[in-house]
Each structure stands twice: as C-alpha cells, then as structure tokens.
C-alpha cells in the first residue's frame, strides 16, 4: 500500500454556501487537512496547528496523523480481505487520496462506504468527490447524536445493517469530551450492528508523549470546534468493551499489523480492531 500521498482529493474550489463554514475558528477536519498537505483549510485552522506545532514540535504535528492514516488504511485494508463489504466511517475529515472507500474497493469492489461528519465543507468536497459513485455517500451528522448517524436514511439506503459492518472510529473519539459519553456512542452504534461486525478505533493518549506537550496540545485545541481530550491506555482499551479484539491487541498504531507502507512511528496514539461477537 506504499505511494499514497496526502495532497487533496478534490479542486480546492470554495464550497458554494461558504458563510455556512466556521471560519472564526478552527476544526478538526480542516486542520488534519493541513496537516495532511491539504488546500481545504482556513487562517485559523493553520494558526492552530502552529500553536500545537509549538507545543509538541513539528515532527510530531506532522508524524501523528500521518500514522493514523496509514494505520486506517491498512486496517480498512485488513477488514476488506477478512470479508466486510460495508463500512460506516465516523468523522471522516475531508477527502484525501487513499480514502476508506478506495482502499476498501481495491480489495473488494462489492465494498460500500458511508461518510460521517459534522463539518460542512467536508459534506461539499465529499459530494463532489463521490457525484457518480453509487457504492460511497456522504451524510452530514454528530456522533455524538449516535442515533442521527445509524438512522439517517442515506446511511439506511446504502448499508444493510442485517449483514456486519466495519465501524470506523480513526482519531475521532478524542473529540468526544468525557460528559458527552464516548463509550455510550461506541456502544449504541456497535448494538445497530449485527454479530461479526469490526470496530477500528484509534485515539490520542496522555500514556507516552511529554505531559507538557500533552497539556499544550490541549490548550491549544481549546479554541476549536471539538476540542481535543487525551485518554490514558485504559480509557482507550474500555472503548472496546464486549468486544474480541484482533491481535496484537491495542498498539501503537504503526505496530498493528505493520506493512512496508512508510508508517510514522510515536508514542501518541493507541489503536485496535475488535470483532462482534
């Protein structure tokens, strides 16, 4: 899976209502798109990234999501193979080449993809991206409404939800604060499911990077739309609660069934894949 690149997917045209757009402050899918060498990004997103940047140092700020990315892709990749043809991505970001539905396609061409986000602009580029694939939508909802994301009729039309499902979670779950339940959202879209679906989960942590860049990441994403809460391991690991994870377990996410695909190696993140039983 070596070549992908993280330039935009699609023409860096404005979106047509862009006073719809939060550009007074910033989001999380427009500055993993900055970071991923992306176009779709305000001033502000960009200010925000140079005060993570200053708190954990630019290698990281660009290392990070780049190991979530590549850990998404081959887990995708993973769970295609293992025979699931439906994925619901949650908090997807916007697109960049190497998307879910790509990689899930190259493996199995059957595979259908729902999108997940809350960001408007991310439901602009994403219809423009996907404008004639049947097998791939967009929908604009909260995890944290759960419910919105499981019942939405684009979601209903495409996935068939009597058959597993590959229920992604990369680096979303971390903008979940703790009142707002981030477990429940896990439980109540992994009980829609059927037996023998997956959960891919990867979530920034506080058991490993300097506490102070921890703490400075954090005020940094004060300010945003979502901001950004670090979880111990344990937190991370309760996430997959009544679930069997797949070997080697919880890991780093380079460390999940490693591949000659250029991974970044941090102490940043965990990450997992666990079946229904």
């Not at 290698?59 to 295609?80: C, I, K, M, S, Y």
């Not at 939800?161 to 439980?187: K, M, N, T, Y």
């Not at 945003?224 to 070997?247: C, G, W, Y």
């Amino acid at each position: 899976m070596t070549g992908w690149n993280f330039t935009s997917a699609t023409d860096p045209k404005p979106a047509p209502e862009l006073a719809d757009f939060r550009t007074d402050r910033p989001t999380p899918a427009r500055m993993y798109d900055y970071l991923l060498g992306g176009k779709d990004n305000f001033e502000v997103d960009r200010q925000a990234i140079a005060a993570v940047t200053a708190a954990i140092g630019k290698t990281a700020a660009v290392d990070v999501p780049r190991e979530n990315r590549r850990f998404l892709q081959r887990g995708t990749h993973w769970l295609a193979k293992a025979g699931i043809e439906q994925f619901l991505d949650l908090g997807t970001g916007l697109p960049t080449a190497g998307n879910v539905h790509e990689v899930a396609q190259a493996a199995n061409p059957r595979a259908r993809v729902v999108y997940v986000d809350h960001d408007p602009i991310v439901l602009a580029h994403g219809r423009a991206l996907l404008a004639n694939d049947s097998s791939t939508t967009i929908i604009t909802a909260d995890i944290r409404d759960p419910g919105s994301v499981v019942n939405h009729p684009d979601t209903r039309a495409l996935l068939d939800f009597s058959r597993p499902v590959g229920v992604l979670a990369a680096a979303v779950l971390h903008f979940v604060q703790d009142h707002e339940d981030p477990a429940g959202i896990v439980a109540t879209i992994m009980d829609a499911v059927p037996a023998g679906s997956y959960l891919l989960l990867s979530h920034m942590t506080s058991d490993g990077p300097p506490a102070e860049a921890v703490a400075g990441t954090t005020a940094a994403m004060k300010a945003a739309t979502s901001p950004m809460i670090f979880r111990p391991r344990a937190a991370i690991e309760h996430l997959f609660s009544k679930l069997d994870l797949v070997d080697p377990g919880v890991v780093r996410p380079w460390q999940w069934h490693p591949s000659d695909d250029d991974s970044p190696r941090t102490d940043w993140l965990f990450a997992g894949v666990a079946r229904k039983p």
